[in-house]
């Protein structure tokens, strides 16, 4: 064997022992848990800005009912206001400040829906609006996508949370920079059992 195809075969051989050895401490995995992470990240904010784009309508509509309590308005339109100025990217699962910050502004939108869904509930008028009603069904809808999109999110993160933490898949989180992903709080993950509740009662004749 010469010398130059002894060096192709040590060059080779080597390759393919760097290449089981990735595989093995878990480079792979980080490589598919990573993109899956991403995947429902991105259904997740997907989700809230259909949320947001409701909302306009929403507000419209229950401003036609003159004696409705401006104040719960007034916190839905500044509440959407603060949601949508945050930057909502893919970049957010990998910075756990700003990935909070995102979460309290939808978390107080939620609230605020909430609020004025429950108020609504005392104006004849609006709920005899077919157009208010056929919103709010849209609304509970997205309620219910954003609830299972973040339950798949949080599955995600912690499949791959337990990967970066592991023995020895945690050596290549530390040679390749997989650093653990923010997922929700204690009390947005009680949140999203209980989604804001939309009722679709009739008005007593």
């Known amino acids: 064997m010469t010398l130059s195809s002894f060096r ?12 089981l050895s990735l595989s093995g401490c878990g480079y792979n995995d980080f490589q598919r848990l990573d993109e899956q992470v991403k995947s429902q990240w991105s259904e997740v904010l997907n989700q809230y800005q259909r949320r947001a784009d409701l ?29 949508t100025s945050i930057q ?10 700003a990935f909070q910050k995102f979460q309290a502004a939808q978390g107080e939108l939620t609230g605020a829906l909430s609020r004025l869904m429950m108020v609504s509930e005392n104006y004849p008028n609006l709920k005899a ?17 954003i609830t299972v999109a973040r339950g798949k999110y949080i599955k995600a993160v912690q499949d791959y949370n337990v990967l970066a933490r592991s023995f020895p898949s945690n050596l290549t989180a530390m040679v390749f920079s997989y650093q653990v992903k923010p997922s929700f709080t204690v009390e947005n993950e009680k949140a999203i059992s209980a989604p804001p509740s939309v009722s679709f009662d009739k008005p007593a004749k």
């Open 55 to 83: 909302i306009p309508n929403i507000v419209a509509t229950v401003k036609g009912e003159a004696s409705f309590e401006q104040e719960t308005l007034t916190k839905v339109v500044e509440a959407r206001a603060r949601a």
């Open 129 to 145: 609006n077919q157009g208010f009603q056929d919103l709010r069904v849209q609304l509970e809808g997205t309620e219910n996508r």
């Open 8 to 19: 192709r075969s040590a060059l080779a051989l080597t390759v393919a022992a760097s290449a």
């Open 88 to 97: 909502a990217t893919p970049e957010l699962v990998n910075n756990p400040e």
